[in-house]
């Protein structure tokens, strides 16, 4: 029997899975992608079902993940401090994440899928980075606009 290959976007973080998305979304919406085989529509298919697997998963542990720090103390309470500690790490680069793209929405509008994915800004990973991300999408909606 043929087993399928390993989720390839099973541990991505959420902003790598947010890219791989709108990558599909735009894979998926092209008006004339050309003509695929049978096995490409396959693979494809079964790609797409492994990202929204990997989605699902990530929607639903997002609000309260019992596999998480809460699972991992159990029993074990000296361990309450790192398990914690790492799933509020997570938490803040998933707000910053949320964050930024709202930000950029509210800056540049229709086109801010786009910006932001066009660049390798790493708006997540501090709040120093964020805040820097957020002086480079200031800077660029300022540019956009149209001086008398």
Same mark, same amino acid.
């Given at each position: 029997m043929k087993r399928d290959p390993p989720n390839r976007f099973r541990d991505l973080p959420i902003e790598d899975l947010y890219t791989a998305c709108q990558k599909r979304a735009g894979t998926l919406m092209d008006?004339?992608?050309?003509?695929?085989?049978?096995?490409?529509?396959?693979?494809?298919?079964?790609?797409?079902?492994?990202l929204l697997l990997a989605v699902a998963f990530v929607i639903l542990h997002s609000k309260h993940d019992k596999g998480g720090a809460e699972h991992e103390v159990l029993g074990r309470p000296s361990n309450l401090v790192s398990a914690f500690t790492a799933a509020h790490q997570v938490e803040l680069r998933n707000a910053r994440?949320?964050?930024?793209?709202?930000?950029?929405?509210a800056a540049l509008g229709k086109d801010w899928e786009g910006w932001l994915s066009s660049r390798r800004i790493d708006g997540i990973s501090s709040e120093e980075a964020?805040? /820097?991300?957020?002086?480079?999408?200031?800077? /660029?909606?300022?540019?956009?606009i149209v001086k008398p």
């Open positions: 008006p004339q992608p050309g003509p695929r085989t049978p096995q490409q529509r396959a693979d494809l298919a079964l790609d797409t079902g492994h994440h949320r964050t930024l793209c709202r930000a950029a929405s964020f805040q /820097e991300a957020l002086r480079a999408l200031q800077a /660029e909606a300022q540019a956009r």
